[in-house]
Every structure is written in C-alpha cells, then in structure tokens.
C-alpha cells in the first residue's frame, strides 16, 4: 500500500524556521510531480507548493514564495519543505500529495495524513 | 491566486442527489479543463474523486458526476450514502504551475 508519512512539523516562535519531510513508498517517487498543501485551523485546503519529478522546476503561492523552499531527494524517496521567517497564518496541517498525470492534467492521487505546524510566541 | 467560491455546507437525505458549485475565474476554472474534486473526511487524508471536470478515478462510485460551464465547476453526488459526509473541495489548474482550490462545502447526510 503507497505510503506518504510527513514530519518535522511543531510548534515554533514567529520568525524562525522549521523543516518538514515527505516519506514516500510502494510507489514510483522518483517519476511524480510532488506538491505540498495546507489547511489553516477551521479553514479550506491551500495548494502551498510544487517540484517537477526530477527536481528541474518548483512554484509557490503567493503567500508562502520567497520564505519556503521545496526540494527532493529521489535517492531518499523524501519530499521537503523548508519554511523560513515564518509567521502566525502559517500555521496549519500541512499535506504532502503526488500527481499523477501529465502535468496539469491529472490529479492529486497519493496524500499524506498531514503534520501539525503551529506558529506561536 | 485568490481561492475559488463554495458553498460553505450543503445538506441532504440519503437517497437524494445534491450539487456543489464552484466558482472561479477566466485565468482558472474559466481557462482550463482541470478541475479536479476531493472528498476529505476530518483526520484522514483527501481523496480524489472527479478530475479533469469529469473523469472519475478507477475506484470511484458513478454516484459522483462533475460539469463544468463558463467560470464554473459543478460536483453532483446522486443516491446520498451515510458515508458520503464529508468535506468536498474543487481545485483548479491557474497556470504557470499553480494551482488553487475552493475553500470548501461541508456536506450533511441528515
């Protein structure tokens, strides 16, 4: 069964910066896009980040570009997501999803359960 | 990237049919034909159930059924299960590599 496990979520000051990880397994990592998500306490999902299957291009929303940085290791199977400068509305679960597809068309197929991010002095 | 418009709940009896729209604009839902649904139970992780406006994923009951017309995306569920509560989101393609969703409909099975 495809697994995508998220850590590195917290609770963290306003400012400072936080790490989180995607595992992936029993599925082909190495060939699906990879994107991020969030969902604010008692608010909608928001799509947060992408990277292509090899690591060649990545785009962020507005709301999170120039602070977080999403990478992969295809060795490792694991999808990051570096968040800097971070600020009370980043708090939220945040989502580790695969596409599948010929980007954009397809979809999010594979989801995490999500880790808890809580941005708080 | 400003999210797309739902209906904030929606509710029905089981057995019923009920619909969800959901509203964008010409540089997303208006723009591109991929639009995609996702049925989220609290706790658990999301899952696809329309793409592509209206393709259903191997798997997925032909009791969901996806539109779209202009700036607008609609999600029908027919047949209303117990276990079709849940929280339903629209997500749409807004180029350059974004992508956006709709902030959510709670549906009720009453």
Not at chain 2, 17 to 45: L, R
Not at chain 2, 73 to 81: D, E, K, N
Request: overall charge neutral; charged content about 15%.
């Amino acid at each position: 069964q495809v697994q995508l496990v998220e850590s590195g979520g917290g609770v963290v000051q306003p400012g400072t910066s936080l790490r989180l990880s995607c595992a992936a397994s029993r599925f082909r990592f190495s060939s699906h896009g990879m994107h991020w998500f969030r969902q604010a306490p008692g608010k909608g999902l928001e799509w947060v980040a992408m990277i292509w299957f090899d690591g060649r291009d990545e785009n962020y929303a507005d709301s999170v570009k120039g602070r977080f940085t999403i990478s992969r290791d295809n060795s490792k199977n694991t999808l990051y997501l570096q968040m800097n400068t971070l600020r009370a509305e980043d708090t939220a679960v945040y989502y580790c999803a695969s596409f599948l597809g010929d980007n954009p068309a397809g979809y999010f197929q594979y989801w995490g359960q999500g880790t808890l991010v809580t941005v708080s002095s | 990237q400003s999210a797309l418009t739902q209906p904030a709940s929606v509710s029905g009896s089981p057995g019923q049919s009920i619909g969800i729209s959901c509203t964008g604009t010409s540089s997303d839902v208006g723009s591109y034909n991929f639009v995609s649904w996702y049925q989220h139970h609290p706790g658990k992780a999301p899952k696809v159930i329309i793409y592509e406006g209206s393709k259903r994923p191997s798997g997925v009951s032909d009791r969901f059924s996806g539109s779209k017309s202009g700036n607008t995306a609609s999600l029908t569920i027919s047949g209303l299960q117990a276990e079709d509560e849940a929280d339903y989101y629209c997500c749409s393609y807004a180029g350059s590599d974004t992508w956006v969703f709709g902030g959510g409909t709670k549906l009720t099975v009453l």
